[in-house]
Nanobody
Framework: QVQLVESGGGLVQAGGSLRLSCAAS????????MGWFRQAPGKEREFVAA????????YYAASVKGRFTISRDNAKNTVYLQMNSLKPEDTAVYYC?????????????????WGQGTQVTVSS
């Protein structure tokens, strides 16, 4: 069993930055692909970014590419999402997820474990 705990959410003005963290339990974190997803009120959960087990492969949704950066520190069992140039439409609950297959996957169905989420609110 893997537990994922997100942190770093909050309220920020448009154009600002936030850094989300996701801490994972367990000794096999370094073999997992990790992803960030988000869900706005009344909308489906959507893919944001993913990183493979080694950190060498990353993948971004078109809406965040060039503004968000995903990274990981396997020594700390933590994955990060640096969010710059935030827009009001980035407002959502952000979730991290673990893919035991190790890939940088975009599909929700590829992920085996999920965190509880952290709220990000961007004011205009």
């Amino acid at each position: 069993q893997v537990q994922l705990v997100e942190s770093g959410g909050g309220l920020v003005q448009a154009g600002g930055s936030l850094r989300l963290s996701c801490a994972a339990s367990g000794r096999t974190f370094s073999s997992y692909g990790m992803g960030w997803f988000r869900q706005a009120p009344g909308k489906e959960r959507e893919f944001v970014a993913a990183i493979n087990w080694s950190g060498r492969t990353t993948y971004y949704a078109a809406s965040v590419k060039g503004r968000f950066t995903i990274s990981r520190d396997n020594a700390k069992n933590t994955v990060y999402l640096q969010m710059n140039s935030l827009k009001p439409e980035d407002t959502a609950v952000y979730y991290c997820a673990a893919d035991t297959a190790g890939w940088a996957a975009a599909a929700i169905a590829e992920y085996d474990y999920w965190g509880q989420g952290t709220q990000v609110t961007v004011s205009s």
